[in-house]
């Protein structure tokens, strides 16, 4: 079936929300901010001397991370009162107040109170661009309209770097205004094109706004013919299902801890945590200190190699728009589960194996030094490419198109929420010890997330049910059988079951 441009459009216009979070943010380690704060000038006009405490810098990049915690948590509610549409105006409204502060900043009060604030806009928006795509997607190519969201984070993560690269050398405070400012742009054009974006119909339907819905569904999925089969057929599932909940479901929090429910809770919530145990954050961030320790010594040799891997980065994402509603999100992120197992296991090994580890007094931590083996340095680099790759046509999109599809509508909104939520915690939680594991364990590290990638893949084969090709509506049947997913492979015929003799005698 060929869907409408305007579909593409509506979701790619939407998905500049995922640019955002990675130009700004993506766990403020890769993002924008990581090339800032080695800025002279930005340094001198936060402190007035020449060098940030690790106290400052950690509040710099850490309240930006709390502000996405919250930010997150905040728009469900907002989500569900006023519509995905108007809170990701909000949401965009509020990132831009925070950017705005954060380019115009004279000093470091003013420099952090600008990144909470500019943190509960990217939460916010990093929670409801997968929920707004999932409820406007046909199902055979939800997981492809998602993903948008991921190739849009990676490109800004791309954009971010070389950005920082070409400012870092201006003697004066545009070389760390600009890149702040430049954010802008984006979240301002988001904010004028959702105005022009469309309601969410299952949001609409649940107001009982149905003529809007159908309207909705009509132009998105029917080329603008409300009596089109696959329009009608859509419609009456979602006012089938709207209905069944009303009458049995509950939309406060405790929703989330009934029945099946509280299944899909804890996988997507685990699936966030996931994401960010891969290592993914650390490695994108500590790329010029991996390549270091990997023997590439000259600052424009990593500075080269960490804007190749941003390139692959982006690139590696599009296998997974193209094919991931065909694979399948179980195969997806099982293949890439193990895939960066398995470069993350081969570079702590070959590390380990040829490299020197020796005490530096100046740094206060192990340093390794790979340079006397160049084979071992390039086989390094590339399971770094390897490992990032693999990431990206996986548990990059899969992160966020999971948790986005598979909670009832009366509680969607939180479900994933508080899913995004548990995803910056963790975020905030490796910031923490990666630098303490690359300093103590050096190789180590690598053998660690590798060990990570090797259990989630064992994960999201026993407990995972496969979500592809099924729609919103029939979430509750997929998730009614084994909790060993591996069990149910055959796909079941979803149908209303007729009533029993006695629950005819009740009516």
């Known amino acids: 079936m060929k869907y409408s441009i305007q579909l593409y459009v509506v979701c790619a216009v939407a998905a500049i929300g995922g640019f955002c979070f990675g130009y700004d943010t993506a766990s403020s380690l890769c993002g924008v901010i990581s090339g800032v704060l080695t800025m002279e000038d930005f340094i001198y006009t936060m402190t007035g001397t020449d060098f940030l405490w690790p106290i400052q810098t950690s509040v710099i990049t850490g309240l930006l991370l709390a502000g996405c915690f919250v930010g997150s948590l905040a728009a469900a509610p907002l989500a569900e009162a006023y519509s995905r549409k108007y809170t990701i105006v909000m949401g965009c409204t509020v990132f831009i107040i925070g950017a705005a502060i954060q380019t115009g900043a004279t000093g470091y009060s003013m420099m952090i109170g600008g990144r909470f604030v500019a943190g509960l806009g990217v939460g916010s928006l990093s929670m409801l661009v997968p929920l707004y795509q999932s409820e406007l997607a046909p199902k055979e190519i939800r997981g492809r309209l998602i993903s948008l969201n991921q190739l849009m984070i990676t490109v800004g993560i791309m954009v971010a770097f070389w950005v920082g690269a070409g400012t870092q050398y201006i003697k004066s405070s545009a070389s760390w205004r600009v890149p702040l400012g430049i954010q802008i742009g984006p979240a301002a054009f988001l904010l004028i094109g959702a105005f022009f974006l469309p309601f969410s119909p299952r949001w609409l339907l649940s107001k009982g706004r149905n003529e809007e819905a159908l309207a909705v569904l009509a132009r998105l999925h029917g080329n603008g013919d409300k009596t089109a089969p696959n329009v009608v057929a859509e419609y009456e599932e979602i006012v089938s299902q709207i209905e069944n909940e009303r009458a049995v479901a509950i939309t406060s929090y405790t929703g989330l801890l009934k029945g099946t429910v509280r299944r899909r809770l804890v996988l997507g919530i685990l699936i966030q945590i996931f994401q960010q145990f891969t290592g993914i954050n650390s490695i994108m961030y500590y790329a010029p200190t991996i390549f270091k320790q990997a023997g590439v010594s000259s600052t424009a040799s990593s500075l080269i190699a960490s804007g190749v891997n941003g390139v692959v980065n982006v690139l590696s994402t599009i296998p997974a728009i193209l094919f991931i509603d065909r694979l399948g999100r179980r195969l997806t992120m099982i293949s890439g589960a193990l895939v960066m197992g398995l470069a993350m296991l081969l570079c702590g090994i070959v590390m380990g194996a040829t490299s020197k580890v020796y005490w530096d007094e100046a740094t206060q931590s192990n340093l390794v030094d790979l340079s006397g083996n160049r ?112 069990k149910d492979k055959k796909p079941k015929v979803f149908e209303t079951p007729s009533p029993t003799e006695k629950e005819l005698d009740a009516y």
């Open 375 to 486: 084979s071992a340095s390039y086989f390094c680099i590339v399971t770094v490419y390897i490992f990032v790759s693999g990431f990206a046509y996986s548990w990059g999109p899969c992160g966020w198109i999971y948790p986005a599809e598979i909670y009832p509508l009366s509680v969607r909104a939180k479900g994933t929420s508080i899913s995004t939520a548990a995803n910056w915690l963790m975020n905030f939680v490796i910031s923490l010890f990666v630098p303490i594991m690359l300093s103590r364990l050096t190789w180590g590290t690598y053998i660690f997330f590798g060990c990570c990638c090797m259990v989630m893949a064992v994960c999201v084969y026993l407990f995972y049910p496969e979500t592809k090709g099924r729609s919103l509506e029939e979430m509750d049947d997929v998730f009614s059988g084994s909790v060993l997913a591996y």
